[in-house]
């Protein structure tokens, strides 16, 4: 990904507005303002992305943080960096409406409508699906080789893979010759069934599948899927989970599922059967350290004697909470990149080593300060509203007293709501759904 120095205007302009709305991380671009984590960075590229994946093995990580504290941001990192090295990546938010994990249908359904290969270029919106990622393969291909070519390379080839499930390599078969034989019907009823809708039997028997994607088959289908990405062009794929800013709350028996789904995802990545493929799990330390050890078998998998870093490159756990520099030098190194991507989105140029000093009082004032929320988010949308106030009223230093009523008023706007702990594993009926928080 292009750094500060490459942004265009509208790439500068959307990651500003980003940061200065709600101080959350843009959707892309995010290396631009990235600082305090490239070690971990550098490890999952150094031993998993360009060593283990490529060697056709697989991985699986907790991302541990608090509310605010990076965990979306890290995710967005790896997954622009899991596209330049050719991955296609699903970037996945656990939800009780949409995606519990405990319900593995809806899991797959999940990463079949968030797969996306990489984008052409940083101007490109992603295209998501797995119907999309096929076609994208399929129109690269046969610029390469041409149709006919490509026609028995799908007779020949494709329909012989080793797949977990031969109804979803028969699947991506059949959708790929629909593609090319310009079958808009076979094409729409095998695009459905690919992302794990409801088809009727005898529409996608009539294309040649015999079997539908349903709870009980749902984790086969995603391996099927992680195997056949490889033998179409992709280099593997990167599936991030993204828990978000809730916290799960779950009768007994339907934690239960989820854990055991977890702990069936820690084991594949240990098998030949996932090739491949990184799973990142992000999530709350509440949930490792209040939830996990009731469950032995997935506690012993996760545990560690230290999160992951140069010395331990294999720990199970990436602790944002431990990152390469210290509280107040990571808020004034993410201050100064900011206030590059402010001077290209607005057209300024503003004085360097007066404005980093802004920034270095700013970061004095919030860490000294224990908020709701995340000392990041309430820098960078405190410093976004500092920078565009130097602009409209004139450059100045700004004394730390003059910060303190800037940085309380931001803190309270984005206060988190609060978090209850894990105190219903035990006795909640099985119909009880999710709460939100």
Known sequence: MSDTLELTRPQAMR????????????????????AGNETYLRILRREYLDGLLPAGGATFRIVQAGFGAGKTHFLYCIRELAWELGYAVADVVLSAQECPFDKSLLVYRAVASKISPPPRSEEEVPLEGLPFLL??????????????????????????????????REAVSAFLTALLDHDDDRRAVLSAWLLGQDVPPSQHRACGVYESIAEANAFPMLRSMTQVLPKLGMAGSVILFDEGDRVMSLSANRSQRLMDNLRQLVDLCGQARFPSVMVLYAVPPEFLR?????????????????????????????????????????LEEIGVKVLHVFEIARG????????????KRLATVITRHHFEVSHRRVFVKAWVDELYGQVAEGESLRSEASFEG??????????????PAFDDLGGASDDEEWSDI
């Open 15 to 34: 990651i500003l507005e980003s940061l200065g709305s709600s101080g959350k991380p843009p959707d892309r671009g995010l290396r631009a303002i990235n």
């Open 135 to 168: 076609e994208t393969l399929l129109r690269d291909r046969v610029e390469q080789q041409g149709e006919e070519a490509v026609r028995v390379w799908l007779r020949e080839e494709l329909r012989r893979l080793p797949c977990d499930n031969a109804a979803f």
């Open 290 to 330: 209040n939830v996990v050890p009731d469950y032995p078998a997935l506690h012993q998998r996760l545990s560690s004697v230290s999160p992951l870093s140069e010395r331990s490159p294999q720990a199970p756990v990436i602790d944002l909470e431990h990152l390469d520099l210290p509280p107040a030098q990571l």
């Open 348 to 359: 300024v140029e503003l004085d360097e080593a007066k404005q980093r000093e802004n920034a």
């Open 406 to 419: 800037l940085a309380g008023a931001t803190a309270r706007q984005l206060s988190a709501p609060e978090i």
